[in-house]
């Protein structure tokens, strides 16, 4: 019987993290090298949807999902969207090459892919913006207060200047740059470096707000130079002043710092935790020569990084 496949990136945030939960802008890339699959088999059985995903070692049918079950529920939303009042009888198998829990979307990147391939099974078409919020109400289970920016990305796979509640807005880049992402191995569960802002912000107003629009600030100088294709050495500055604030924040961590601190030193044009801090990924950006691509991943190999990914942001507009 025919397989049904569909796909879908990882991303970064380049600059506006945490600023982005409280209204300010942020801006995030999709990174194509890692992606979220999601393959349908039919099968001729009555036996319903079974969900396979060796990577988290699970094997179970969509009947028997626990209530909060990620995978069912972008499953079930989907379904319902599509006006499907039960699901297809087939095996549905859920792989991805995103290190979880690191920043780098994985959690939204296996909803849209599931998604799509629902979507493509029917012989339907959804808009990345209908996608995109099917997998923002999934994106509540892991976040509890998501501002939509990991969903928008990965579902419109397009650099996104991006505002909570508003339109998304498409971000022409005037000239393409290079960044090295480098994993620290740690695992950073989102929610709990969310909370962790939420109460210092509850508990220092003032402060934070103070933060925050620095964040913004620092994100709108970085929009501008990344459409016009502005000065490299800039942009980079702007984002070790957005690791600044991140780092007063408080959701930096020793392992962060430490790679960070290695790709400045191996000659990267500015360097940040990328996410949501205490552990996950951070991102470099480099000049776009082999030799200094190389320089900054192997620094940050000996600075402890479990795995490097090297991405374009491109400039090819689509
Ligand atoms: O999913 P992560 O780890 O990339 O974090 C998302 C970024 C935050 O701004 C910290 C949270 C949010 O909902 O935007």
């Known amino acids: 019987m025919q397989r049904f496949r569909a796909t879908a990136p990882g991303k970064v945030i380049l600059f506006g993290e945490h600023a982005v939960v409280y209204n300010r802008p942020a801006i995030a890339v999709p990174v194509t090298k890692v992606q979220a699959v999601a393959a349908l088999d039919p099968t001729p059985e009555n036996n319903g949807l079974r969900i396979v995903a060796p990577d988290l070692g699970r094997d179970y049918r969509l009947i028997d999902a626990e209530p909060d079950d990620a995978l069912a529920l972008i499953i079930r939303s989907t379904l319902a969207y599509l006006r499907r009042s039960s699901p297809p009888d087939a095996v549905l198998t859920v792989t991805s090459t995103i290190p979880l829990g690191r920043g780098l979307g994985s959690g939204a990147a296996i909803s849209t892919a599931i998604a799509r391939v629902l979507v493509r099974f029917y012989g339907q078409d959804l808009p990345p913006a209908e996608i995109s ?44 740059f290079t960044l090295v992402v480098g994993d620290t191995g740690r695992v950073s569960p989102t929610h709990k470096a969310v909370g962790h802002v939420r109460q210092q912000w509850q508990a220092d107003h003032d402060r934070y707000e103070q933060y ?61 935790l990328s996410g949501a801090g205490w552990g996950g990924n951070m991102i470099a950006l480099v000049e776009r020569r082999p030799a200094a691509i190389s320089a900054v991943s192997k620094a940050l190999t000996r600075a402890g990084a479990t795995g490097i990914i090297v991405t374009d942001v491109a400039s090819a507009r689509r």
Do not use: C, W
Request: aromatic share 6%; hydrophobic share 40%; no cysteine.
């Open 133 to 176: 919020a099917l997998v923002y109400e999934v994106e509540k289970l892991y976040h509890g207060t998501p501002s939509g920016i990991d969903n928008t990305v990965v579902a419109f796979e397009q650099p996104v200047y991006f505002v909570r509640q508003q339109p998304i807005e498409r971000m022409p880049v005037g000239r393409s």
């Open 212 to 272: 925050f629009d620095e964040a913004g600030r620092i994100t709108t100088a970085a929009r501008a130079i990344i459409e016009q294709g502005g000065s490299e050495r800039s942009l980079g500055r702007l984002m070790d002043e957005n690791q600044t604030v991140l780092e007063a924040m408080g959701v930096s961590s020793p392992e962060l710092a430490r790679l960070i601190q290695a790709a400045r030193q191996a000659g990267a044009l500015g360097a940040k």
